[in-house]
Structures are given as C-alpha cells and as structure tokens.
C-alpha cells in the first residue's frame, strides 16, 4: 500500500521532529489509522520529500521523526496561471488541476466580467496542498489573492509571455505552438470567465507585445475545461512534459 503523504509548514531535515497541528493528528491518526513506529512521507514544498516515522500520536498532537529524504525537490517551470474565479466547485477543481498539472503560481483575477467579488484564498490554498499531497508533488503552487487583471497588466513583468486563451479565436486562431514556436522563459495562462472577456480587455490583450493569443479548438469551453486544456497544451510544447 502507497505511504501517506503529508504537507508540512516546518522545514525538513533528516532527524527532525516534526510537530504536528490537530487537523494533522486527526488526518493521520483517525483518518488514516496510523500508530507510533508507522511512516508517512511528508515533504515542506521547499527541500523535496522525506521518510517520517510517528514517534507520538494523540488526539490534539503527535510528533513526527524525519529520517532519510526519499526524493529531491521538483519545481514545476515557471508557469502562472490566471482565471477569472467561477462557481465555488468549478474554481476548487481549477486549483487543484492546476496545481496537478505543474503549474507554478495560481493567480485569480477579477476581469469584466468575473461574477465573484471575493474568494477564499486559504481555502484555494488548502486545496492545492492536497492535490500535491494526493499527486506525488513536493513544490505547492502559491494561490494569490484575488486582484483586477488590469493592475496585473499594468505591471506586468518585461520578461514574461502571455498565453491569452481567447474564446472569440475558437477554430480560427492558432494554436500555442503556431503562436509562441518554441519560446522558454516564464510564462503564464489566462483563463476568462463564463462571460468570456470584454472588447476592451480583448483589444488591450491583443495589443500586449508579450501576449500571444490563443485558440483552444472549434469548440467553447468552460473556463474550468479551458484551464486544464491550457495547461495541457503549455506542458506539452514549452514545460515539462
Ligand atoms: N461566454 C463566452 C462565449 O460564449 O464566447 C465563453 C467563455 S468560456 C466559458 C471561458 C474562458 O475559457 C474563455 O474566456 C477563454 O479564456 C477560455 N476558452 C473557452 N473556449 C475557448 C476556445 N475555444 N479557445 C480559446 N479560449 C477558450
């Protein structure tokens, strides 16, 4: 049976203890049935993946001995990718997509026509710690808090492109390999909401040296399908893939 992996906030080291937070106990200890002597892999996102073996469980707390590291860490490629936030499960699933398919910043973005004023970034956060746990991860992508896609565009870095996933190019506009060739450096995706993008924030995108726009097929997707397929198509021509 596959160990159980564990996201912890402390820095690892072979013969670290490591203390573990109520919810922790509670996942490893009454959720997963682990005793004293049984191992975990945990891994902190910065120092890659190592062997744990429980030295104290409890109901509130347990402790948790690092022994040898098992893998080293693995950063996806510098990758962010942007979306307008949807409906609660839609953008839970597009974190954790995200986060599974390697993608090394989220950043939800409030366009023209993005329904949610707020978002939870905490939770979005907790999210992504799972899907790395669950996927054999050992980076976390950061999920940033919730700000206007023209500030971001504002100041948007000289050194980064855009892969702009514009819906009004579906099955007439080129494809990411058309478009980009085969440009490595940072990147990141964006994504717009189920109202798609605005006139103005399409021609300003248009117009963006950096930005490259793409078509995701004949087809109109929604924006969480959008997501996964972006990233698909970016991790098989310029990531890691
Ligand atoms: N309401 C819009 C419309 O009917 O044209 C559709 C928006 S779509 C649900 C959400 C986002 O997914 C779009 O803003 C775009 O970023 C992406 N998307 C969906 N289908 C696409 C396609 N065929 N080509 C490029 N981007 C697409």
Redesign the pocket.
Known sequence: MSKVRLFVEQSLAPGQSVLLSREQAHYLFGVMRLGAGEEVLVFDGRSGEYRAEVAEAGKRGGVLLCREQTRPLQTPPDLWLLFAPIKKARTDFIVEKATEMGAARICPVQTAFTNAERIRRDRLQAHAVEAAEQCGGTFVPEVAELQRLDRLLDGWPADRRLMF???A??GAGATLAQAAGDAPGPWAI????????SDSERTRLRDMERAVA????P?????DT?AVAALALWQSALGDW
Do not use: M, T
């Open positions: 996933c514009d819906e190019l579906s964006l994504i717009g909401p189920e109202g798609g993008f793409v078509s995701l097929g087809r109109i997707l929604r924006a959008a």
